[in-house]
């Protein structure tokens, strides 16, 4: 079975820019989260979606929104890019997102901003 | 808010000894789960092992064992006979269990490097 698959693999914009990064969850898996990692941290929650419902969010600003799609495939979007945007933007599916579930993680779409 | 916390940036270990990753974690909640992921160079993110905190039986996945000490909210990583492939960034992450979003909390990671 494939693995949660993510795309673009590499992006470079430039500030004031507006970015889709897209993410596929393995198949029969429900929840999509999304993580940044900047270069030499670990993940930091950025949202979590279930049945194409928001579930919750971590601290990061407007300028960041996602949906879920009824396939559960996930869009990350990101406007006005920053240069402290720069990061590994990662995607993880679950089954049901239920607590304790473990999530799976994509390869990744490894974001830079000039 | 729960932390995580990784006191060891970086270790380095010759093929087939053993090594533990150490991991302390802050909440006050008293259900909740916790994992070891691995990050290989080419970078995606792969489960280690995972603990259940109302399980008392440290969890094991073949050579990888965690020692699991929830009063002193500690959760050390341990690999046996390593090996080239362990080379990797290792990160330990916290889970509540509760209603709402379910998201990882990931310490800063431990870079371990297996020299042959």
């Known amino acids: 079975d494939a693995g949660v698959t993510q795309s673009p693999t590499h992006l470079i914009k430039t500030r004031g820019q507006h970015v889709t990064l897209r993410c596929s969850p393995i198949?029969?898996?429900?929840?999509v989260s999304w993580y940044q990692q900047v270069l030499g941290q670990g993940p930091q929650f950025i949202f979590q979606?279930?049945?194409?419902?928001?579930?919750g969010r971590g601290n990061f600003p407007d300028r960041f929104s996602a949906r879920q799609f009824p396939n559960y495939s996930s869009e990350l979007n990101v406007n006005a890019l920053l240069l402290g945007d720069s990061a590994l933007y990662l995607c993880?599916?679950?089954?049901?997102?239920?607590?304790?579930?473990?999530?799976?993680f994509g390869p990744g779409t490894r974001l830079l901003v000039l | 808010a729960q932390t995580v916390t990784q006191s060891q940036p970086e270790m380095s270990v010759q093929e087939a000894e053993t090594v533990t990753l150490s991991c302390t974690y802050d909440?006050?909640?008293?259900?909740?789960?916790l994992f070891w992921y691995k990050q290989p160079p080419s970078r995606q993110m792969i489960l280690v092992i995972r603990?259940?905190?109302?399980?008392?039986q440290n969890a094991t996945e073949n050579r990888f064992s965690v020692n699991f000490q929830k009063a002193a909210k500690s959760f050390s990583l341990k690999i046996s006979d390593s090996q080239l492939g362990d080379t990797a960034m290792y990160f330990c992450?916290?889970?509540?269990?509760?209603?709402?979003?379910?998201?990882?909390?990931f310490g800063q990671g431990t870079r371990l490097t297996i020299n042959p």
């Open positions: 993880a599916s679950s089954l049901d997102g239920r607590g304790g579930e473990t999530q799976y």
């Open positions: 198949s029969g898996h429900k929840s």
């Open positions: 979606y279930y049945e194409k419902e928001e579930r």
């Open positions: 909440t006050s909640e008293s259900n909740y789960y």
């Open positions: 603990q259940e905190a109302y399980k008392q």
């Open positions: 992450a916290f889970m509540k269990r509760s209603e709402g979003a379910q998201k990882l909390v």
